[in-house]
């Protein structure tokens, strides 16, 4: 299907009717929805589909670069490029248990791209739905090069929630964090559960590879479990931010929170011909399910 600047998005259905939308601009994730058709990602009101930013809402992939850089966009290009569509996927992997409802998208540097990031790579992007709903995401950076590179990488994952003020996060107490707020120094989380307030930009680091997102008014949970992806920002605008944000509505702060799986405090150096990968899976659970496992 066409997006409405005529970029193609392609649906990825399970054969219970769980559906993921991901569109060629920027291999970002448009739409996650469950069995009955419910959205469980947001995205503002407000949100363009056009270079050379991305949409704001989903779940954009951040890569070489997560966070300011001087001499790269903030959060790099990867998510502003048109990605192509791999019509002949390597099989299965034996660790890749979401089934066969999935498709890869492939993105390697324009000579554009090259003059201003000199490393070739190619960036593979599988996004799967699992047979229980499950929103899968891996991606694969191989480098081409005849050179070592680093880079940094996180999927900017906006959930949809009833109320911020009824959210909380566990899985990140007791971690350090660098507070993007204040000069990304560095602090010790000390409370329980993270509880929001006000605005919040910070990068949770050495996290466990599972954290949950609780919504107290829905009485539901996301799950957030990752792999290669050591780090966690959380963010949300709050009121101000929000204000000062052309394609994000006054309010919407209130219906959503980043969740962004990343590896960013140590960035991954891959020799040439090596391959890194970072999984992403998505579940939504009921409430009590938490409480009782
Ligand atoms: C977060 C960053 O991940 O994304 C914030 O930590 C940033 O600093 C926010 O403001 C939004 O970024 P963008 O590039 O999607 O506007």
Redesign the pocket.
Do not use: I, K
């Given at each position: 299907i066409k997006d409405w600047n005529g970029i193609d998005q392609v649906v990825v259905r399970n054969p219970q009717g769980s559906s993921v939308k991901v569109s060629l601009y920027g291999g970002q994730i448009t739409s996650w929805r469950n069995e009955q058709g419910e959205e469980l990602l947001f995205t503002s009101s407000k949100a363009i589909f056009k270079p050379p930013k991305?949409m704001?809402g989903g779940i954009?992939i951040c890569f070489p670069q997560f966070?300011n850089c001087e001499s790269l966009q903030?959060?790099a290009f990867a998510r502003n490029r048109i990605w192509t569509i791999d019509e002949n996927p390597p099989p299965l992997h034996p660790n890749d248990s979401h089934g066969k409802s999935f498709i890869d998208l492939l993105l390697k540097p324009s000579e554009e791209d090259l003059k201003f990031w000199p490393h070739s790579f190619e960036l593979r992007l599988r996004v799967a739905i699992a047979a229980d709903g499950d929103l899968v995401l891996i991606s694969r950076v191989r480098n081409i090069n005849g050179k070592p590179f680093s880079f940094s990488f996180g999927y900017?994952t906006h959930l949809s929630v009833s109320d911020i003020s009824e959210v909380r996060i566990e899985g990140l107490e007791t971690l350090d964090f660098l507070d993007?707020l204040r000069q990304r120094e560095r602090f010790t989380e000390q409370g329980d559960a993270i509880t929001f307030e006000s605005e919040i930009?910070r990068v949770y680091l050495s996290s466990p590879n599972v954290i949950a997102v609780l919504d107290h008014e829905r009485k539901r949970t996301y799950v957030v479990r990752k792999e290669g992806l050591p780090d966690v920002?959380v963010?949300n605008p709050w009121e101000k931010k929000s204000k000062s944000m052309t394609d994000f509505g006054d309010e919407e702060y209130k219906q959503m929170l980043?969740v962004?799986g990343a590896a960013i405090e140590r960035p991954i150096t891959l020799k040439p011909g090596e391959e890194w990968t970072g999984r992403l899976t998505l579940s939504v659970v009921p409430s009590s399910f938490c409480s009782e496992h």
């Open positions: 991305a704001r954009s966070g903030q959060n900017h993007n930009d920002v963010w980043c962004d």
